[in-house]
């Protein structure tokens, strides 16, 4: 709701690592950030779920109004470091970077 990052999940890295094992063959995961126009400010998260989201709709031609979708280079899945911590904050790094997030 407000622009800013949350949690990765280690999904992404353990899919392409399994499907690579799977198929015998590299893999290949396309970081994709995702930008809106405006954004609620960090006061919204006070309020409970559904009044957040109530805000929003009632608000929708101001907040999240266009979008930038960006795709950046595909990464192999052997390029992926071993751990999958540091596979995952790699991934985040790349997509920050990508959509000048902060």
């Not at 396309?30 to 400010?41: C, D, K, L």
Request: one cysteine or more; a positive charge; aromatic letters at 10%.
């Amino acid at each position: 709701l407000t622009g800013k990052f949350g949690p990765f999940k280690k999904g992404v890295v353990r899919i392409a690592r399994g499907a690579a094992e799977e198929m015998g063959e590299e893999t290949y995961v396309v970081p994709v950030s995702i930008t809106y126009g405006r954004y609620a400010n960090e006061s919204i998260l006070r309020l409970p779920i559904q009044v957040q989201y109530l805000a929003l709709v009632a608000c929708f031609l101001w907040y999240r109004r266009g979008a930038a979708v960006i795709f950046g280079k595909p990464i192999p899945s052997s390029a992926l470091p071993e751990s999958d911590d540091e596979a995952t904050e790699m991934l985040k790094s790349t997509i920050r970077h990508l959509g000048n997030h902060s």
